[in-house]
């Protein structure tokens, strides 16, 4: 089983990629895909088909994986 340092709900700030810079919490940590979710990093726009609860559809903003090597631990 892999261990990382980083945990959900600890403040991280991105070191590398278009985000560079920002802080933000870490949403969800994939040990799978060494990766993390930040709140409000990396997001991307996908389509969204109508449902019952949204009935018009269209775009939804998501957050996408970040790997773990691009993102620092925030010292509190």
Not at 20 to 26: A, C, D, M
């Amino acid at each position: 089983m892999k261990k990382f340092k980083i945990k959900k709900g600890d403040k991280v700030t991105i070191i590398a990629g278009d985000d560079k810079g920002k802080v933000g919490e870490v949403l969800q940590v994939l040990t799978k895909k060494d990766a993390v979710i930040v709140a409000g990093c990396k997001t991307a726009k996908k389509a969204v088909k109508p449902t019952e609860e949204n009935k018009n559809g269209g775009f939804v903003s998501k957050e996408m994986p970040i790997h773990i090597s691009n993102v620092k631990k925030v010292e509190e």
